[in-house]
């Protein structure tokens, strides 16, 4: 399977380059938003070019990644509505939001 590894990492090489273009005239904070949405756009191809061959399919893949999506994005909505009631203090906050999303 070492033509489909070279096939999707020249994917995800023109995708991150053209994610990366997109985001630059907005700054990092454009890069790591444009960066993350096109990872969120090309992980199920990926899981569906996955399956398509061998003994492991993309309903595998999604059967033991859901608990920890679901796990990620529960903690990352506890703490993004925990936000305002953070303190101050950039290392308290961090270190409360640490705290937060393993809770």
Do not use: C
Request: aromatic content about 12%.
């Amino acid at each position: 399977r070492s033509g489909d590894f070279m096939r999707w990492g020249i994917i995800t090489a023109v995708t991150s380059v053209l994610a990366f273009a997109i985001g630059l005239p907005y700054g990092a904070l454009g890069v790591a938003v444009v960066y993350a949405v096109s990872e969120y756009l090309r992980t199920p191809f990926l899981w569906l070019y996955v399956g398509k061959a061998g003994p492991l399919r993309a309903s595998h893949v999604l059967y033991a990644a859901t608990p920890f999506v679901l796990g990620a994005h529960l903690a990352l909505a506890l703490v993004w509505l925990a936000k305002p009631m953070l303190p101050m203090q950039p290392v308290i906050a961090l270190a409360s939001g640490a705290v937060l999303s393993y809770v």
